[in-house]
């Protein structure tokens, strides 16, 4: 199973934010630097975070960003839910696209989506502050200064 890289950002952009000082806002041209990822590119993902309500964003020559709730409220598999467009493993798992000529007889589609489900389901198990426990080293690599 390999997560898109706007998932991946997604992750990144909500660790970013809640390793801030508390009451100190990040920006999407910190985050940019830091994981060298376009501004334009961030921006999508910033206004999809904010849709689903996992970050607020604050405008202004001031503004930025935060968490819209605590990290222990953002579940790790609820995130990669809703940021992945889809979880078509094969071809197969895609009904209006299937050509496989076997997939009626076929064991294999059913044994990957048991994987997929443990996969979500250990997902499942974790929050955003489950992914901060070293905090200290996170923002020290980040470069996030207290």
């Known amino acids: 199973m390999r997560l898109k890289k706007y ?24 985050i940019s630097e830091v994981f060298h990822i376009s501004e334009n590119h961030l921006g999508k993902i910033i206004h999809q975070l904010n849709k689903f309500e996992l970050i607020e964003t604050i405008r202004g020559r001031s503004g930025g960003l935060k968490l819209a709730k605590q990290a ?8 990669v ?3 992945e467009e889809d979880f078509l493993l094969l071809e197969c798992f895609d009904k209006d ?5 076997i997939t009626p007889a076929c064991k294999l589609k059913h044994i990957l989506n048991d994987a997929l489900r443990a996969f979500l389901e250990v997902l499942d198990q974790y929050t955003l502050a489950d992914l901060l426990s070293n905090k200290d080293e996170l923002r020290a690599l980040m470069d996030i200064r207290l």
Do not use: F, W
Request: overall charge positive; some cysteine.
């Open 7 to 30: 998932t991946d950002y997604a992750l990144r952009v909500l660790i970013y934010t809640a390793s801030k000082p508390e009451g100190e806002l990040a920006s999407k041209k910190e």
């Open 72 to 79: 222990a409220q953002i579940n790790v598999g609820h995130v």
């Open 81 to 83: 839910r809703l940021m």
């Open 97 to 101: 696209n299937n050509y496989c000529v």
